[in-house]
């Protein structure tokens, strides 16, 4: 099943009379389930690429569809709605909120959609068991390591069950052994929920992790590879 879809999508930003075409023509589909990396150097399309899948974004022609729906007939709250039950983001930089928990932080999207106390406690709960972390649940992101404060925002990103996870440099800014230690995390969960990741990187020590690596450059797909070497 189609989780998401571009069709010959462009993007081009033009600043003055300057004109930079980030992606000139995409056109991919991921499957529910894929563990998948982008991949390229600076400037390849990638992140463009990762905003348009998660309705950050709308191309400048082409389609861009997410579980079926085509993001440029959505109005700015349906994408927003879409975001908030089909989407899930990490970053580079975690995102954490500094003055809530871990727990908190967890919980929040949660609270965003509406759920009770009890559904967001038995949920925040067993996120951050499911990423080792329950014994830090009461303790602010500045109490914790950069591979526990990602290993939080995977669990948040999980949280409203979404379609899709979207994850920018997730290894950027952490050592060797965090690294490996949020994609083996990310990978487990890809395995135990079926949820699907689309991931962004250059670093080779993310993309041993993938399933399927979809290498952009200039603003184009070339070339789609499945090593089959996972987790």
Do not use: W
């Not at 109005?75 to 899930?88: C, F, I, T, V």
């Amino acid at each position: 099943m189609e989780v998401a879809k571009t069709e010959s999508v462009t993007r081009t930003f033009t600043i003055g009379k300057i004109e930079t075409h980030a992606l000139r023509g995409v056109s991919l589909t991921i499957e529910s389930g894929e563990f998948t990396a982008l991949v390229g150097p600076s400037g390849s399309g990638k992140t463009t690429l990762l905003q348009l899948l998660g309705c950050l974004d709308q191309p400048t022609t082409g389609r861009v569809l997410i579980d079926g729906q085509d993001i440029s007939r959505l109005s700015r709250n349906e994408r927003a709605d879409l975001r908030r039950h089909k989407l899930g983001f990490v970053f580079q930089f975690f995102a954490l909120i500094p003055t809530l928990t871990a727990y908190e932080n967890v919980e929040l999207p949660l609270l965003l959609s509406g759920n009770g106390s009890a559904d967001r406690q038995a949920r925040a709960t067993e996120l951050l068991a499911s990423v080792g972390l329950a014994e830090r649940a009461d303790h602010r992101p500045d109490q914790m390591s950069g591979g526990e404060q990602q290993r939080v925002a995977v669990a948040r990103a999980l949280a409203t069950h979404p379609s899709l996870i979207l994850a920018d440099e997730p290894t950027a800014n952490l050592d060797t052994a965090n690294g490996e230690a949020v994609m083996q995390t990310m990978a487990r969960l890809n395995q135990e929920t079926g949820v699907t990741f689309v991931f962004a990187t250059h670093d080779p020590r993310v993309i041993k992790f993938a399933r399927r690596v979809i290498t952009l450059r200039d603003g184009l797909v070339a070339d789609v590879g499945n090593p089959g070497k996972g987790a």
